[in-house]
């Protein structure tokens, strides 16, 4: 009796040893940064490099940070063995100023399922407006956005709505959009949406419009980045909002549907 389960304890080590070996591992380069002193109203971005050290690719399935003013980036294919990616931490000094103090928690397939970085600095209040240097203005990423405006159709309340919306980055650096504001608390990001855009490229940004409240919206949403010289764009939604739909909601952009 005593034989078979010291067997049955081996064999079971030996399948916990293997799973543990053949599982995806991060390896990072800072798991905390500093940035020192910033100026309000600046975006401080830091790179968190990683290399996965397991036997198997690795895959995030989700980044938070611990409020709305951080903003995460991150590699969204999977990271073979031996391979690096990087998780891009963005924090928003706008009238924010003072210390802060902000973790961002991973989630993925890895030997350790959750993991936690940080990142801090001290926020210093400008005594006067920012001013920029035209070489500063010219090196400036530039947001564009050809067909800001949307119709949605008969939506239903709470109905999740995916409205994709094309921006360009016509500037010399990469883009990063930052937060939305709007006159109704209806829409926000679709959460797996890359919000980089390299230079002169384009990306489909897709926003989810969910409303709580029926009656005819006139939605104007602005979408805040580092765009020195046009910090935000406005993008127009309008819908009609009803208890319940008899049929699918469909989205139109300047009479073209979308889905």
Known sequence: MKISRIIFLSFLWVICAFTAFSQAKFKFENEKHDFGEISEGAIASYDFSFKNTGTTPLVISKVKASCGCTTPFWSKKPIPPGKSGKITASYNSKN???SFNKSITITSNALVSSKVIFIKGIVVRNSRPVTYTSQQKALSP???IKKPNFTVGKAAINQVIPIDVTIYNTGKSDLVLDKLTANCM???YDPSTARIIPPDKSKIVRLLFSSKEKGSLEVAVNIHSNDITKP???VKIVADVVEQ?????????????KF
């Open 232 to 234: 935000k764009a406005l």
């Open 96 to 98: 924010r100023s003072g």
């Open 186 to 188: 209806c829409i926000s």
């Open 142 to 144: 530039k947001i564009f």
């Open 245 to 257: 739909l008899s049929n699918e909601s469909i989205v139109k952009e300047d009479n073209v549907i």
